[in-house]
């Protein structure tokens, strides 16, 4: 375990923490590194002041290599982090639509349009799921949109506004029908009175399915997300359009780091992933349930997990007990 300061730079609020980490002199790097006296006598965690490595004799170095770490902290129930190598190289902004490999581009983007679809349903605490329909087979999407705009409008002047993240599905005859995930009882009577208004009194209707019985919200909310996101690709979408809409203003827990290595060290790698374990137990506590990924040689990874008194995690193995 090692240290660092914080950096002295005015940054605006949205603006990431960044920290400097530096390799001691007199050190091979991977090695083991003493504690010292400004370090904590327990794991290191996400604080100022509590990082790998940092000789004040060389603060004014530049650093060797940027590492970010974002985590999403819905409390016990779920935390979510991520950390990345950052590219020193400048890139090359390609036009839009000429990528070389747009199914890998694609692929990606839909699995960031998964993670933010469950992020947002975390934050609004999503827990029922209500279906439209129409009764013709419906293939244009703008006037899907416009309908649910009106729904919308019709609900915020009733006095019930809504929360809401929703995703469209095609069906096999290519109707679309849209799925929003919403937090608490519905008012299904008020829900079918604006939707007929809208598509015509027998020409349509909505379903709304609430918690099972012994559900948590969160496991609600990842089935919502996984469930409205199953047919993201199957839905047309013409390049630059979104695959999912939600209502302004939700507020996702985000908590961003920027660490600066002084040195390169073959070590660094095994080092972030002991710190972002440690930082994730740190928050849920030692019985949870975690998942976790690495990829490109330890230069970019995740942990998720969620409170689970089945489980029990070592801090010295890093192994979990059943």
């Known amino acids: 375990m090692v240290t660092a300061d914080e950096t002295q730079e005015r940054r605006e609020p949205s603006q990431p923490k960044r920290y400097i980490l530096r390799a001691p002199t007199g050190m091979r790097d991977g090695a083991s590194h003493p504690h010292t006296a400004a370090a904590p006598p327990a794991a290191a965690k996400l604080v100022k002041r509590t990082y790998l490595h940092h000789p004040p004799s060389e603060r004014s170095r530049q650093p060797e290599s940027t590492w970010t770490i974002t985590i999403h902290d819905f409390g016990k129930q779920w935390v979510e982090s991520s950390w990345g190598k950052v590219d020193s190289r400048p890139g090359k902004r390609g036009r839009k639509g000429g990528s070389p490999n747009p199914e890998r581009n694609q692929q990606r983007a839909r699995s960031r349009a998964v993670g933010e679809i469950r992020r947002k349903c975390l934050s609004i605490g999503a827990d029922h799921l209500v279906t439209l329909t129409y009764r013709e087979n419906v293939q244009d999407r703008t006037r899907v949109l416009e309908d649910l705009e009106r729904l919308r409008r019709m ?137 976790h990924w690495m990829g490109g040689g330890g230069s970019y990874g995740w942990f998720s997990g969620y409170e689970d008194i089945t489980c029990r995690w070592s801090t010295k193995c890093h192994s979990p007990s059943v």
């Not at 290519?174 to 598509?199: E, K, M, N, S, T």
């Not at 559900?215 to 013409?238: G, H, M, N, Q, T």
């Open 155 to 291: 609900l915020a002047k009733s006095g019930s506004p809504i929360l809401y993240v929703t995703v469209m599905e095609c069906q096999k005859r290519g109707a679309i029908h849209p799925h929003i995930a919403v937090r608490g009882f519905q008012d299904v009577r008020l829900l079918r009175r604006c939707w007929y208004r809208i598509v015509g009194n027998g020409q349509g209707q909505v379903n709304v399915r609430g918690p099972r019985p012994g559900s948590s919200p969160v496991k609600l909310a990842r089935y919502l997300s996984k469930y409205i996101s199953k047919d993201l690709d199957a839905l047309p979408r013409e390049a630059g359009e979104h695959r999912y809409f939600c209502s302004l203003g939700i507020n996702v827990p985000t908590e961003r780091f920027e660490l600066a290595l002084a040195r390169p060290s073959e070590g660094v790698a095994g080092e972030l992933f002991s710190l972002m374990l440690n930082e994730t137990l740190r928050r849920i506590g030692v019985h949870c349930n975690l998942k």
